[in-house]
């Protein structure tokens, strides 16, 4: 007769792999006031990591769809000074993916290559009584990669909301990707 214990573990193991949690947004970030494209939508955990005051997930909003997702970086208790140079530090990251570089050639190349043209130079910077936020528009490749030229490899449509929630003091890194053709709702999320 087999080990009933090693099938009790077995089935547990199996009932957990199959409960994974889809839950609506506003579950996992009850201090944000989604747009209404996405308030309601259930979503489906792919990646998530914890550390002390710091959260990320990686959703996707209907199982196994590679169409859609939302990436997510939430700081807690972070005062605002801290979180202006976060902020601050953040675009500068995506400024830079999109600067001019030298080509990647050993000697004396003269050529350069860029995006100019790309929305990531001209930011929405907001700044209210509640919150101060930066959003972009910006496009992606098939593997979520940012910084890429050609619109051939470019598939999905981003919107990046970097947001700062005064009141609660939780800094929002917030990456939408969408490969519908519809006009995004500006801006996915703000603060309550």
Not at 106 to 119: D, F, H, Q, Y
Request: proline fraction near 3%; charged fraction near 25%.
């Amino acid at each position: 007769m087999k080990n009933p214990m090693l099938i009790i573990i077995f089935i547990l193991i199996l009932i957990a792999s199959c409960n994974q949690k889809n839950k609506a947004l506003n579950t996992y970030f009850p201090n944000l006031n989604w747009n209404s494209s996405l308030k309601n939508k259930i979503v489906f955990v792919d990646k998530e990591f914890r550390y002390e005051n710091k959260t990320d997930f990686k959703f996707n909003f209907e199982k196994d769809s590679k169409h859609e997702y939302l990436i997510t970086e939430n700081f807690k208790n972070i005062e605002q000074d801290l979180a202006e140079k976060i902020l601050k530090n953040k675009l500068l990251m995506i400024k830079e993916i999109y600067a001019t570089q030298a080509t990647p050639y050993n000697g004396a190349v003269t050529n350069e290559t860029n995006c100019v043209e790309n929305p990531a130079i001209n930011p929405l910077i907001e700044e209210t009584i509640n919150h101060s936020s930066i959003l972009l528009e910006l496009k992606a490749t098939e593997r979520l990669v940012l910084g890429v030229c050609s619109d051939k490899q470019n598939i999905f449509k981003v919107q990046v909301l970097l947001m700062y929630c005064k009141k609660t003091k939780e800094l929002y890194d917030l990456k939408y990707y969408s490969i519908s053709n519809e006009k995004m709702k500006l801006p996915i999320a703000s603060c309550l």
